[in-house]
């Protein structure tokens, strides 16, 4: 089974900034997107930001030019670095794995992979 684990959640004050990671671990996989999305109280959860196998990212025009997302394919690990955060950031971000791992030799089956997420909180 394939696990996604993040961490680097915690409480800041606006202005500041904090870098999450998540890293993907069990089984045999390929990964071609990676993401985070973040949920706040109240709210439905929502793309933050995403990035492809080919490096190409994408971001939601609330987070542009603030937030910046990487991975490091050798470690299966994607991060997001946020910057000059607000109160409105605060959210449970999770981290998503798209693709696809093998079920057995020759078998392959698509991959939706979650965390568990991880909190954020800003303070004004």
């Known amino acids: 089974q394939v696990q996604l684990v993040e961490s680097g959640g915690g409480l800041v004050q606006a202005g500041g900034s904090l870098r999450l990671s998540c890293a993907a671990s069990g089984g045999i996989f390929a990964i071609n997107i990676m993401g985070w999305y973040r949920q706040a109280p109240g709210k439905e959860r929502e793309l933050v930001a995403t990035i492809n196998s080919g490096d190409s990212t994408n971001y939601a025009d609330s987070v542009k030019g603030r937030f910046t997302i990487s991975r490091d394919n050798a470690k299966n690990t994607v991060y997001l670095q946020m910057n000059s955060l607000k109160p409105e950031d605060t959210a449970v971000y999770y981290c998503?794995?798209?693709?696809?791992?093998?079920?057995?030799?020759?078998?392959?089956?698509?991959?939706?992979?979650w965390g568990q997420g991880t909190l954020v909180t800003v303070s004004s």
């Open positions: 998503n794995a798209d693709g696809s791992f093998r079920l057995r030799l020759g078998e392959w089956d698509a991959l939706d992979a």
